[in-house]
Nanobody
Framework: QVQLVESGGGLVQAGGSLRLSCAASGLTFSRYNMGWFRQAPGKEREFVAAIRLYGTITDYADSVKGRFTISRENAKNTVYLQMNTLKPEDTAIYYC???????????WGQGTQVTVSS
């Protein structure tokens, strides 16, 4: 049974930082691309960042470029999202997802709440 468990969310003031983690189990982690998505109240879920199998290729939404960094540790089956210079508009539930190359994201976590106060 595949499980993705996010952690690290919380309440932070604007300009602050948080580091999200997503621990994966039940799959061969190194064979999956990993992504972070978020959903704010009343809005659709949106892409935040993605990282390929061995971490050599990353991609970011324009809204987070230069502020967020995605990374992974295959030995720990974990993907991270370092979020700096947080803004109130970053407030959302953040989800991690896993997908094999060439496919859509198949597995999703339950999400972790990030709230940025102004």
């Amino acid at each position: 049974q595949v499980q993705l468990v996010e952690s690290g969310g919380g309440l932070v003031q604007a300009g602050g930082s948080l580091r999200l983690s997503c621990a994966a189990s039940g799959l061969t982690f190194s064979r999956y691309n990993m992504g972070w998505f978020r959903q704010a109240p009343g809005k659709e879920r949106e892409f935040v960042a993605a990282i390929r199998l061995y971490g050599t290729i990353t991609d970011y939404a324009d809204s987070v470029k230069g502020r967020f960094t995605i990374s992974r540790e295959n030995a720990k089956n974990t993907v991270y999202l370092q979020m700096n210079t947080l803004k109130p508009e970053d407030t959302a539930i953040y989800y991690c997802a896993a997908g094999t190359p060439g496919s859509t994201y198949r597995y999703w976590g339950q999400g972790t709440q990030v709230t940025v106060s102004s």
